[in-house]
């Protein structure tokens, strides 16, 4: 289990490479965008959340009562691919009525604006990260790709509720990768029991950030610290997040049987992911205090 473990986290943090803004506003080709965007046969993870993303970039529909809810849609390149998931689940576009964002870089949430102009869905986002969206990818304190501008509809403080038909969830904004970076928890029943929810946000470093005597955000390191408190605070049976590795998405479907425990309710798979990226932060900043530098 921890061999597997390691190896996940490995693949993770090999995706994050250096990377400058394209005329076309797109990822630049040093971040492996081509491989993030193959397709993935959508599916049920559990209770009334669904799987909509590509084979690397996820996206969550959660089921309710009064229509559905989107967390993220991944590169604006990857459009077709989610829009294509959701209807094959047999769901309409138009039944999306509000959508949610891991934070605010192109790989999540560039294909935004074009899904709000296809379902008339509103966009809630952390204020912080709202910035970002509203300005295409522009701003905010280390940009990593452009996208087309999001208009957001409703801004969100640290543990606000989103409520729609019977489901709840709760905003816990997890500042570092980006200002506004958020992790959003709920609740799902299956099988007659009910399970605590986390939909994980990106912990890892952008490349080129310092976490020591950072000149566009000197609170970095402590925004980060402060942010795996929050995470490992969180009650968890349940865990996904804005990649599908971090989760390891595919070996876990692999495992999935009829009549079998569900392979996404994983505790402890959790708590490794965040103490992995915990321990590459304070490896950098031990790093960068001994004058050996930061991310690459």
Same mark, same amino acid.
């Given at each position: 289990m921890k061999s597997k473990t390691c190896r996940s986290l490995a693949v993770v943090l090999l995706l994050f490479l250096p990377l400058t803004s394209t005329p076309s506003g797109a990822a630049n080709l040093q971040f492996? /965008?081509?491989?993030?965007?193959?397709?993935?046969?959508?599916?049920?993870?559990i209770g009334n959340i669904y799987y909509v993303g590509t084979s690397n970039l996820a996206c969550f529909l959660i089921q309710t009562k009064a229509g559905l809810i989107l967390i993220d849609t991944a590169m604006q390149e990857s459009a077709p691919i989610v829009r294509g998931n959701i209807e094959s689940l047999g769901f309409k576009l138009t039944d999306i009525k509000i959508m949610l964002a891991s934070h605010a870089h192109f790989d999540h949430v560039a294909g935004h604006a074009d899904m709000k102009k296809a379902t008339g869905a509103k966009v809630y986002a952390s204020k912080a990260d709202a910035v970002i969206m509203e300005s295409g990818g522009k701003k905010g304190f280390h940009p990593v790709g452009?996208?087309?501008?999001?208009? /957001?509809?409703?801004l969100l403080n640290d543990g606000d509720v989103v409520t729609l038909g019977e489901v709840k969830l709760k905003a816990h904004l997890t500042p570092g990768h980006t200002e506004g970076?958020?992790?959003?928890?709920t609740t799902v029943e299956e099988n007659g029991k009910t399970y605590n929810v986390v939909f994980a946000p990106s912990m890892s470093i952008n490349p080129g950030v310092l976490m020591v005597n950072n000149p566009t955000w000197p609170k970095v390191a402590e925004a980060y610290g402060k942010s795996f408190q929050v995470l490992?605070?969180?009650?968890?049976? /349940?865990?996904?997040?804005?990649?599908?590795?971090?989760?390891?998405?595919?070996?876990? /479907?692999?495992?999935?049987?009829?009549?079998?425990?569900?392979?996404?309710?994983?505790?402890?798979?959790y708590q490794k992911f965040i103490a992995g990226y915990e321990k590459a932060y304070q490896e950098q900043i031990k790093r960068e205090q001994a004058g050996k530098g930061g991310s690459n």
């Amino acid at each position: 289990m921890k061999s597997k473990t390691c190896r996940s986290l490995a693949v993770v943090l090999l995706l994050f490479l250096p990377l400058t803004s394209t005329p076309s506003g797109a990822a630049n080709l040093q971040f492996p /965008v081509k491989e993030w965007n193959h397709p993935f046969k959508p599916f049920r993870l559990i209770g009334n959340i669904y799987y909509v993303g590509t084979s690397n970039l996820a996206c969550f529909l959660i089921q309710t009562k009064a229509g559905l809810i989107l967390i993220d849609t991944a590169m604006q390149e990857s459009a077709p691919i989610v829009r294509g998931n959701i209807e094959s689940l047999g769901f309409k576009l138009t039944d999306i009525k509000i959508m949610l964002a891991s934070h605010a870089h192109f790989d999540h949430v560039a294909g935004h604006a074009d899904m709000k102009k296809a379902t008339g869905a509103k966009v809630y986002a952390s204020k912080a990260d709202a910035v970002i969206m509203e300005s295409g990818g522009k701003k905010g304190f280390h940009p990593v790709g452009d996208y087309k501008p999001i208009k /957001v509809d409703k801004l969100l403080n640290d543990g606000d509720v989103v409520t729609l038909g019977e489901v709840k969830l709760k905003a816990h904004l997890t500042p570092g990768h980006t200002e506004g970076n958020t992790a959003w928890t709920t609740t799902v029943e299956e099988n007659g029991k009910t399970y605590n929810v986390v939909f994980a946000p990106s912990m890892s470093i952008n490349p080129g950030v310092l976490m020591v005597n950072n000149p566009t955000w000197p609170k970095v390191a402590e925004a980060y610290g402060k942010s795996f408190q929050v995470l490992k605070s969180l009650p968890c049976d /349940v865990f996904f997040g804005p990649h599908a590795p971090f989760f390891a998405m595919e070996e876990k /479907v692999r495992r999935m049987k009829p009549g079998q425990p569900n392979p996404f309710i994983d505790p402890e798979g959790y708590q490794k992911f965040i103490a992995g990226y915990e321990k590459a932060y304070q490896e950098q900043i031990k790093r960068e205090q001994a004058g050996k530098g930061g991310s690459n």
